[in-house]
């Protein structure tokens, strides 16, 4: 029989220390790597380029940025759900976003995925940490979703068949939107099925995004049902390809056969069965299918170059061989998003398990064939009636019942939105017991009119489930932007606290100018200023200020020393080398010295970039990102082989982002010689 069960999964892990405390005001760091230039986007598809050019992020908020992870690794137990029956075990990490960390064979002994031997965070998220392996659910926008490393509730509830079933639900904030996604394993089945909901309860339409990103060896051959495929690469093209021999007569279904980093989005015709399959070369592997509505598929690879192999290292452990993902997504391509009216939902089924080829057709040349094959296959172990039925029986008789046995719990933001307008929604509930420190200044404006001041328990809460120091007791309120909040604030009594939140709100609602004067009236009774300055900053830069930017940060680091929380107060026990503090006493001065630094650089102002590196304790000098400024620091005073040294010394940027060229540019102001191997991180041809 099929059971759902708590577990224990111990992993070498990095710590992912506290959020940065400043709030998100700019658009994703990694942006630019999923971007279509303009010429690009002016000679595709109408319909395809009106999805890709709707409601793009103008910042990460609510969202906090996720970046005070290091890199040096622990033993650590992460709490796991397991659902198993006879032909196959699952593995789910509830507390980092629902990944499924394995999925097991047991008649064969093969694990059908890429399982990452480690938890190490990078930089790949829309708000930063991320982890490779598995299968990820990624919802919000292009990119990897920013619940990526944070805990989702969930609990157990009865299959479509009677069996248990796993629902992982939250609230997804930078759409405002709650989901579900369901696990179950038939009784003597081969296949997991997962039935997803995205629900939009509001009167508005919602842009709307999901790719289920599944991490295999790529040592395989892809295949999917098409004959052609939209290539983006990291130089910003969108160009229609054929599949599977390229222009340049190269077989892009192997993995190891691109030299760069690159998608590949399937071109599925109407009516066609929707899977996409990574087979060895006996043609056994993985497959993954659905119902209709999740009509995209994609080949990620990271080519053979010395960019894509440096960042399969720096994911995981030494030795670890390397991996490509294949994915699913409601749109055509991950740089698109679907519109979801208002009170609709979006909903289907996916199914993966093992499947077994005629490698000689699965693998040959003759690609009409080989699809043949594999959907002859696929045909033979799941039918398609079979997955249709599948979803009929989940969506009408299972995806609203209430959960029986919480196995964990999420975030209290849900929780807040129910509160607020009363939604109604079978098979999440929202509890107002999820409620934490976080939301409670928020519920109390919701009660009283009134926002209180912010205290340090108005610190997240730690994530049970995820390897995690303690949260920076920093004296902010969470924020929230949705219209709604947003009025609650224009009318509740003005103080720097209201002003502050009510500019950052303002801010994410494209009125800048409004956000700026909100921000000012509240400097002017403050007695912490530094969290408005640090805005104040990045409107300057937003707007095109580079200089007054620089005054703002760097005055902003100094309120904030003369407030007690300044690098004074500091020693070298309150951070490790690591980068991920003990106790979140350096979060702050860490986050404010590290945009002080880059925005005195950038108006070419070393000597008060010198003065205030050195007000910095040493432990955070230390840090990697640290070090790559103070490269710069080092060009900028003339100091080439002082810089060269830093260099030669080592170091690494644990939060360095996808795509990052910097490296590559230091380096090529100091010599003419290769890039060291450990600082080629570089996706696109040079």
Request: glycine fraction near 8%; charge should be negative; charged fraction near 25%.
């Amino acid at each position: 029989m099929t059971t759902v069960r708590r577990a224990v999964l111990t992993l070498p892990a990095a710590p992912l220390g506290p959020d940065n405390p400043l709030p998100a005001l700019r658009a994703p760091a990694g942006a630019g790597a999923h971007a279509v230039d303009p010429r690009t986007l002016a000679e595709l598809p109408r319909d395809m380029a009106r999805s890709i050019g709707r409601d793009p992020l103008r910042s990460l908020l609510p969202a906090p940025v996720r970046d005070g992870y290091g890199r040096e690794r622990r033993p650590a137990d992460l709490d796991t759900i397991v659902i198993e029956n006879d032909r196959l075990r699952v593995t789910v990490l509830p507390g980092l976003g629902g990944r499924v960390h394995s999925l097991h064979h047991k008649p064969t002994g093969r694990e059908l995925l890429y399982r990452n031997p480690v938890f190490q965070p990078a930089a790949f998220a829309l708000n930063g940490a991320w982890f490779s392996g598995g299968v990820e659910w990624n919802i919000g926008a292009t990119g990897h979703t920013a619940l990526s490393c944070s805990p989702l509730h969930a609990a157990t509830v009865r299959a479509p068949d009677g069996g248990p079933m796993l629902r992982l639900w939250e609230w997804e904030r930078l759409r405002d939107l709650p989901f579900q996604v369901d696990l179950w394993l038939p009784e003597g089945s081969d296949f997991l099925y997962v039935g997803v909901r995205i629900r939009n309860p509001h009167e508005r339409p919602a842009p709307v995004y999901w790719w289920s990103n599944i991490a295999v060896p790529e040592d395989r051959r892809v295949l999917a049902p098409a004959e052609s495929a939209w290539h983006h690469g990291y130089e910003r093209g969108l160009s229609r390809v054929p599949v599977p021999v390229t222009e340049d007569g190269t077989d892009r279904t192997y993995p190891l056969n691109s030299t760069h980093a690159a998608d590949w989005f399937y071109d599925l015709p109407e009516g066609q069965r929707r899977w996409i399959a990574a087979l060895d070369a006996d043609g056994s592997g993985l497959v993954q299918t659905s119902t209709d509505p999740l009509r995209g598929r994609k080949l990620f690879v990271w080519g053979t170059g010395r960019g894509g192999r440096r960042w399969q290292e720096w994911l995981t452990e030494p030795g670890t061989p390397g991996y490509a993902e294949i994915q699913a997504g409601l749109a055509r391509t991950q740089l698109e998003h679907l519109e979801l009216a208002g009170g609709a939902e979006f909903s289907w089924l996916e199914a993966y398990g093992p499947l077994a080829a005629d490698p000689t057709a699965a693998l040959g040349d003759d690609w009409t064939a080989a699809r043949a094959d594999v959907e002859r296959s696929l045909s033979a172990a799941l039918p398609r009636a079979d997955v249709d039925a599948a979803y009929t029986a989940w969506r009408e008789g299972a995806a609203d019942l209430a959960p029986d046995e919480v196995l964990a719990t999420g975030s209290g933001w849900g929780a807040l939105e129910v509160l607020r307008a009363a939604y109604e929604l079978p098979g999440t509930p929202f509890p107002e017991s999820t409620l934490g420190p976080e939301q409670e200044p928020w519920r109390e404006l919701l009660r009283t009119g009134v926002l209180p001041p912010p205290t340090k328990s108005a610190a997240p809460r730690a994530a049970r489930t995820a390897p995690q120091t303690a949260p920076a007791a920093v004296p902010l309120v969470a924020p929230l932007v949705a219209s709604a909040w947003r009025d609650m604030l224009e009318t509740a009594p003005a103080d720097p606290t209201t002003e502050y939140q009510l500019g950052i709100a303002q801010w994410h609602a494209g009125d800048r100018a409004q956000a700026v004067r909100s921000w000012e009236r509240g400097l002017k009774e403050a007695t912490t200023r530094w969290p408005l300055l640090y805005c104040l900053a990045v409107a300057d830069r937003e707007d095109g200020h580079p200089e007054r930017a620089a005054e703002h940060f760097t005055e902003a680091f100094t309120d904030h020393e003369a407030t007690g929380g300044g690098a004074e107060a500091l020693t070298d026990h309150d951070v490790t080398d690591a980068g991920a503090d003990r106790d979140g006493a350096t979060a702050v001065v860490v986050a404010l010295g590290r945009e002080a630094l880059d925005a005195l650089l950038a108006v070419d102002r070393p000597d008060r970039a010198r003065t205030l590196w050195h007000r910095l304790p040493d432990s955070v000098r230390r840090r990697g990102a640290f070090r790559l400024l103070e490269v710069r620091l080092l060009l900028a005073e003339g100091r080439p082989d002082e810089a060269r040294a830093v260099f030669d010394a080592g170091f690494e940027v644990a939060d360095l982002r996808e795509g990052a060229e910097i490296l590559g540019e230091l380096w090529a102001r100091i010599t003419d010689e290769l890039l060291p191997d450990a600082y080629e991180f570089r996706m696109r041809p040079n």
